[in-house]
């Protein structure tokens, strides 16, 4: 079965530095998303991403993110200057032209 | 406006039982409302769905009520099983027809099945 893959599984970094997290999304998909869980809370929407730009985001998608789509299949999301309060579980996901979403199993970013 | 409650926080069912979560949302835009499994370390995985057409659909075990008047729709598992023990997410979203989904999600529901 597809599967979206997210790498690094666990990251650690230091307060202000830049952090990008990969994912690989599902090979025919067309809807590219990021979320992300703080611990003990519920999964919160960041990003969708659509025909290469940003079709929605919330108001957590601040000038510190940004999110890239390099070639035909990783789709990125980089931190500028990571805050304390970025430390979360960040889920990527993508779908068809549906509404049956698959997320990933999450990069857990610790800013210490 | 875009809150979706969902309660209990938390859920004891013994084997064979059954376990049911609740939702309620604000929206009545949303016409999408999904519910996700998730385990630990695990990213959520859809479970079942339902637009608000339909009052109830049924996969397996798994069951959603949908009450439109209320604005509530809940999850039902018939027969749960230790390993339906997970954390369960209820999600509601505008269809956006052949744009990308914003799920709103609440604030989960950690179900233990005990044997």
């Known amino acids: 079965e597809p599967e979206v893959t997210q790498t690094p599984s666990h990251q650690v970094t230091q307060m202000g530095q830049e952090v990008i997290l990969r994912c690989v999304p599902i090979s025919n998909h067309l809807y590219f998303y990021w979320y992300r869980q703080i611990l003990g809370q519920k999964v919160e929407f960041l990003v969708s991403f659509y025909n290469n730009e940003i079709s929605e985001k919330s108001e957590i998608f601040d000038d510190q993110f940004s999110v890239e789509r390099p070639d035909g299949s990783n789709f990125t999301l980089k931190i500028r200057s990571t805050k304390l309060e970025d430390s979360a579980m960040y889920f990527c996901a993508s779908g068809a032209s549906g509404n049956t979403i698959y997320f990933g199993e999450g990069s857990w970013l610790t800013v210490v | 406006q875009q809150q979706v409650k969902q309660s209990p926080q938390s859920l004891i069912v013994q084997k064979g039982g059954i376990s049911i979560i609740n939702c309620a949302y604000e929206n009545t835009a949303f016409d999408y409302f999904p519910w996700y499994q998730q385990f630990p370390g695990k990213g959520p995985a859809l479970l079942i769905a339902?637009?608000?057409?339909?009052s109830e659909k049924k996969e397996g075990r798994f069951t959603i009520s949908f009450n439109k008047s209320a604005k509530q729709f809940s999850l039902h598992i018939m027969d749960s099983q230790p390993g339906d023990s997970a954390t369960y997410f209820c999600?509601?979203?505008?269809?956006?027809?052949?744009?990308?989904?914003?799920?709103?999600f609440g604030k989960g529901t950690k179900l233990s099945v005990i044997p």
């Open positions: 999600a509601a979203s505008i269809d956006p027809g052949a744009g990308s989904y914003q799920l709103t």
């Open positions: 339902i637009r608000p057409d339909v």
